[in-house]
């Protein structure tokens, strides 16, 4: 099943994958298929060689960025974080074994048109991992980077889906921004939360 074309009703798909550019050996490189899934209706499009950034009212906008595998625990999570973070962006990077990639697709569709409200500005990429079993290791490093690729925003924070920012996160971060507190090349503000039990 393509992941673009199964079910074009109901999400809003792109038709082009993104290579990988993390380095890593080309058997592996090789063996993840990437596709868009759904770009939320307030999305900023940015393609590969875009300039278009998303902005807030003040010229500044701050993206999540998440990597998921396909458990109802981490969807939850993730409507957890999309609730709290309502006025930025998300770019959620979702990984999916090769055998489970077309029951995941029903499901993950259901889920979105379900949620769509709370996934206006939200970008999904499905990564799809067709190396055999026991040689597979959880891409964790390109997973994160082709989320921070993939966000419409000049500003970016990382976050373990399982780590769901306080209300009023995203308001506090673009204060510290439009406050020019963070005007160094090299500044990074630290977001406090606790994990979700």
């Known amino acids: 099943t393509d992941c673009v074309t199964c079910s074009e009703n109901a ?3 792109k038709s082009a994958s ?14 993840l298929d990437i596709k868009p899934f759904f770009r939320g209706e307030k999305a900023v499009r940015r393609g590969l060689g875009s300039t278009a950034r998303a902005s807030a009212g003040d010229g500044l906008a ?9 458990h109802p625990t981490k969807l939850q999570r993730l409507l957890d974080l999309a609730s709290r973070w309502r006025d930025g962006y998300i770019s ?8 489970e990639s077309s029951s995941v ?3 993950l569709e259901s889920y979105v048109k379900e949620h769509a409200s709370l996934f ?4 999904v990429q499905i990564v799809t991992d067709g190396r055999p079993k026991a040689s597979r290791q959880y891409p964790i490093n390109i997973l ?13 924070i990382v976050l373990d889906v399982d780590l769901v920012p306080n209300v009023g996160a995203y308001a506090d971060l673009v204060k510290h921004l439009s406050l020019n507190t963070v005007s160094r090349e ?12």
């Open 11 to 13: 999400v809003d798909f």
């Open 18 to 31: 993104l290579p990988v550019h993390d380095h890593v050996d080309s058997e592996t490189r090789s063996s």
């Open 62 to 70: 701050i993206t999540a960025v998440v990597q998921i595998s396909f």
């Open 92 to 99: 959620v990077i979702l990984y999916v074994c090769d055998e």
């Open 105 to 107: 697709l029903e499901q």
């Open 120 to 123: 206006e500005k939200t970008v």
């Open 144 to 156: 994160r980077n082709m989320g921070v690729r993939n966000a419409p925003t000049d500003h970016v």
């Open 186 to 197: 090299k500044t990074a503000l630290i977001l406090p939360s606790k994990p979700q039990i």
